[in-house]
């Protein structure tokens, strides 16, 4: 396998409309450079660190008060799932509006509120998970400087006035990080009971929406214990992760090439492929793939 490290950001092109008003956001990415170095298996691995994430204005218009986003991956303009994250201020607040699209949510950093206008603010702390079904009237409001990692299964992702919501039967959901369900390797065999075996515990993984049936789309958080040197094994069509809390180092075939993915960062793959992965403190990351992955300490 080999990892493609990005010293740019993905292309993409996002152009939302609110209204009759003028753009409200106007996203234009550069293409990707890219690193390679020689990993376990013959696949091909991107990264996106988080330090290299091109931070563009989701609305020129509102200055500094708009909200940040960067790619990491897909484009927002296409009808494919695309990965992106968004910085708040502290206090930001959006008008009404709904999305032509469901998207999800992961919290990195600070507290978000996103829900019905006239809803009692729920603050979100980071690990929170939130669902934004599409035709759904919302806002999304910031307390403290905030982050989140977005997600998308189809676009174009577009902002659209209140008058034109429509409902398909979804709800959204917003699940707090203290209410998680958090399963280890005596309620899951996602994770190979030797992992266990880890000083303060071993790996957990929380399922948080989609199918994990062969072939069906679905995300999952999941928490590696301080200390832990494994691998995350995968045979599905793609494979995308994001680093959500802590830190991660992942390694080449030799251990001789390590990229270090603080929070934000981003890793992935197409078809069957093994991540060594360790971690020196507790990490939280966020993976999207196509039927169940794997989890074996080594």
């Known amino acids: 396998m080999s990892i493609f490290r990005h010293s740019k950001n993905v292309a993409a092109c996002l152009s939302f409309t609110f209204v009759s008003l003028a753009p409200l956001f106007a996203w234009s990415i550069e293409p990707i450079v890219s690193s390679k170095v ?11 660190l988080a330090s290299e ?29 695309s990965g992106f994250l968004v910085k708040f201020r502290d ?6 509006h709904i999305h032509n699209i469901t998207y999800r949510g992961v919290v990195i950093g600070g507290g978000l509120f996103n829900d019905d206008p006239s809803a009692e603010p729920m603050w979100m702390p980071a690990g929170s998970y939130w669902m934004q079904p599409a035709g759904e009237v919302h806002i999304t409001a910031a307390r403290g400087a905030s982050i989140a990692f977005l997600e ?13 919501a429509f409902d398909e039967g979804e709800r959204p959901l917003n699940l707090d990080a203290s209410n998680m369900v958090w399963l280890d390797s005596s309620t899951t065999n996602w994770i190979d009971a030797s992992a266990q075996t880890i000083s303060g515990g071993g790996p957990k993984l929380s399922f948080l929406w989609g199918n994990p049936d062969a072939g069906q789309v679905n995300g999952t958080l999941v928490k590696l214990p301080a200390g832990f040197v494994g691998k995350l094994t995968n045979d599905s069509e793609t494979f995308r992760a994001v680093v959500i809390q802590g830190q991660a180092k992942l390694y080449d075939e030799t251990a001789s090439d390590i990229t270090t993915l603080t929070t934000g960062s981003y890793f992935g793959s197409k078809g069957s492929v093994e991540h060594t992965i360790s971690t020196d ?14 989890i074996v300490s080594k």
């Open 38 to 48: 020689t990993t376990p298996s013959n696949t091909t691995t991107e990264v996106v």
């Open 53 to 81: 994430v091109q931070w563009q204005s989701l609305n020129p218009l509102r200055g500094d008060k708009a909200p940040q986003a960067g790619t990491l991956w897909g484009d927002q303009n296409k009808d494919e799932s």
């Open 91 to 96: 206090g930001f607040s959006s008008p009404p």
């Open 152 to 164: 998308i299964q189809s676009g174009p992702y577009l902002v659209m006035p209140p008058k034109e």
């Open 281 to 294: 403190e507790e990490a939280l990351l966020y993976v999207r793939t196509e039927g169940d992955f794997g």
